[in-house]
T-cell receptor, first 112, second 116 residues
Framework: NAGVTQTPKFRILKIGQSMTLQCAQD?????MYWYRQDPGMGLKLIYYSVGAGITDKGEVPNGYNVSRSTTEYFPLRLELAAPSQTSVYFC???????????FGQGTRLTVV | AQSVTQLDSHVSVSEGTPVLLRCNYSSSYSPSLFWYVQHPNKGLQLLLK??????LVKGINGFEAEFKKSETSFHLTKPSAHMSDAAEYFCVVSDHGSSNTGKLIFGQGTTLQVKP
């Protein structure tokens, strides 16, 4: 059982570069989430999706974009990387709002 | 919009003594509430959840939490701390039936230190 898979695990970007963080789940969950975790700051919701074709902003969406063309995939796009986007990113999925979310192992991103 | 406040950023207890991690929430609708634990450089693990059934919820590793609607609280407790409980703990709220349905909001976290 793969669960929620994030790639890559680590990445170093230069300021101004772009990249896509990949997230895939094989549990047929409707809800998917992207969070960033900064030291001592907890997890902040970037974007979320309640189903294929439906996405919405979370608490800290600036500088990011998402798409959800299928149930399985929920990629997060950084267009112009900035040092403030240095963080650990977590993707998660859930079947509904009553059930706990299942998290990926995280992507550690450094922007230099 | 829903929100979560964890009242203590850091809690220190001695091994064998009780643990209390406090969480207050704000929700316009009937919420689901969760506690997650994160050990250093590890992923997130669910400890327990409340989803409108029994107000006293039992979780893994001897943890439990009580949902108190009148106090908008969902505090996490454990009768006797173990060294392996040292970690970061997150209280999480999810709304139902509102325009924010689907949002899963985390508190800022509480670091639990367990002293020998």
């Amino acid at each position: 059982n793969a669960g929620v898979t994030q790639t890559p695990k680590f990445r170093i970007l230069k300021i101004g570069q772009s990249m896509t963080l990949q997230c895939a789940q094989d549990m047929n969950h409707n809800y998917m989430y992207w969070y960033r975790q900064d030291p001592g700051m907890g997890l902040k919701l970037i974007y979320y999706s309640v189903g294929a074709g439906i996405t919405d902003k979370g608490e800290v969406p600036n500088g990011y974009n998402v798409s959800r063309s299928t149930t399985e995939y929920f990629p997060l796009r950084l267009e112009l990387a900035a040092p403030s986007q240095t963080s650990v990113y977590f993707c998660a999925s859930s079947p509904d709002t009553y059930t706990e979310a299942f998290f990926g192992q995280g992507t550690r991103l450094t922007v230099v | 919009a829903q929100s979560v406040t964890q009242l203590d950023s850091h809690v220190s207890v001695s091994e064998g003594t009780p643990v209390l991690l406090r969480c207050n929430y704000s929700s316009s609708y009937s919420p689901s509430l969760f506690w997650y634990v994160q050990h250093p450089n590890k992923g997130l693990q669910l400890l327990l959840k409340y989803t409108s059934a029994a107000t006293l919820v039992k979780g893994i590793n001897g943890f439990e939490a009580e949902f108190k609607k009148s106090e908008t609280s969902f505090h996490l407790t454990k009768p006797s701390a173990h060294m392996s409980d040292a970690a970061e703990y997150f209280c999480v709220v999810s709304d139902h039936g509102s325009s924010n349905t689907g949002k899963l909001i985390f508190g800022q976290g509480t670091t639990l230190q367990v002293k020998p």
